[in-house]
């Protein structure tokens, strides 16, 4: 099956990857004084080892103090992150991977007895756990939070890296502007999708222009809110017909790539099959984009991969879950797709 698409090149933006698998972000929580240490850099070594992975994209960095949202995050909110960065993104080359940095901004649900940061989001509604009310942020942090965002993308390019990837998925600053579950703002940033979606757009804006037209900006994005209440797990949240609107906006801003996710607390979908997740509001967002888009979501076999891509569900697919357990498990893919 050598004329798979699964092992066929795609062009993102202005590169190309070799193949259709991607090594989504995964926490690993081991970061030290916010930096990569040893262990996290073999880590990413053995992931991408052999070439299997054709994009492999870095867990979330935090692009301010006041956004972090775990210790052992690592930063990219200042220079002194480069040197680091610049080592990973060797790593990821010299393994014949394209790579990007996933950046975040934790928002509510970061915490003091971490930052020391008092707690900011989107709305004054509470998301961590130790129930700090967030102080929503005003539209003139906003400008400044998108400049932060924009230099972060720097820092990744100067390092090597392809791209940047805007964490808008799993609960954290992004995911909240664009669910009503966590936004509860009157202004322009609040209320209709678009709304919502603005300070996106405003942050793709500006990481092109501080980056250039060749830099690839992807948006992981949390396409529906999937809450585990009630009888309709998409009531009360964004829906999947925002999140699809909420693509197009992104690719019209100059976005290069969705990575779709779900879940702004968690993934959990009620009466929903325990795999492939999230490929049927990929493949509405892949009709409605005309960039790439990639989907995550409990895939492990060859295939669900070769289906998922077959079907037009998603142009790439990643699994996080199955590559955390098993370092070989991309090159077995291949394997797989190449014999069958």
């Not at 960039?291 to 076999?301: L, S, Y």
Request: aromatic share 6%; glycine share 10%; net charge negative.
């Amino acid at each position: 099956m050598s004329d798979s698409i699964l092992l066929s090149p795609l062009q993102i933006g202005s590169i190309t990857v070799n193949n259709r698998l991607v090594m989504p972000p995964m926490a690993t929580f081991k970061g030290e004084d916010d930096r990569f240490t040893e262990e996290v850099l073999q880590y990413y070594k053995e992931k991408t080892d052999g070439g299997a992975i054709g994009l492999a994209i870095v867990e979330h960095c935090y692009v301010s103090p006041e956004g972090k949202a775990h210790p052992g995050q690592i930063s990219i909110s200042e220079d002194g992150a480069i040197p680091g960065l610049k080592t990973l993104a060797d790593i990821f080359h010299k393994n014949g991977s394209k790579a990007l940095v996933q950046i975040s901004h934790a928002g509510a649900k970061s915490s003091p007895k971490f930052t020391e940061f008092p707690v900011k989001g989107a709305g004054n509604i509470v998301l961590n756990r130790d129930g700090d009310v967030p102080e929503p942020f005003t539209k003139e942090e906003l400008k400044t939070l998108a400049e932060r965002f924009a230099a972060a993308a720097l820092r990744a390019q100067k390092a090597g890296f392809e791209g940047i990837e805007l964490h808008s998925a799993h609960g954290y600053l992004l995911s909240q502007f664009l669910s009503p579950l966590a936004n509860n703002r009157n202004d322009e940033y609040g209320g209709t999708i678009e709304n919502r979606a603005r300070l996106h757009t405003e942050i793709i804006k500006a990481i092109r222009e501080s980056c250039g037209k060749d830099f690839v900006i992807a948006v992981r994005l949390g396409a529906a809110d999937y809450v585990k209440d009630g009888p309709d797990p998409a009531a009360g949240g964004l829906t999947p017909e925002e999140g699809v609107r909420a693509a197009v906006l992104c690719e019209e801003a100059g976005a290069d790539l969705i990575d779709v996710s779900g879940g702004l607390y968690g993934t959990e979908r009620k009466g929903y099959p325990g795999t492939a997740m999230f490929t049927d509001i990929s493949h509405k967002i892949k009709e409605a984009v005309t960039i790439p888009v990639a989907v995550v979501g409990r895939i492990t076999t060859a295939s669900q991969c070769n289906a998922i891509l077959n079907d037009g569900d998603a142009d790439l697919v990643g699994a996080a879950a199955a590559l955390l357990k098993d370092s070989d498990w991309a090159k077995n893919i291949i394997r797989e797709t190449l014999n069958s």
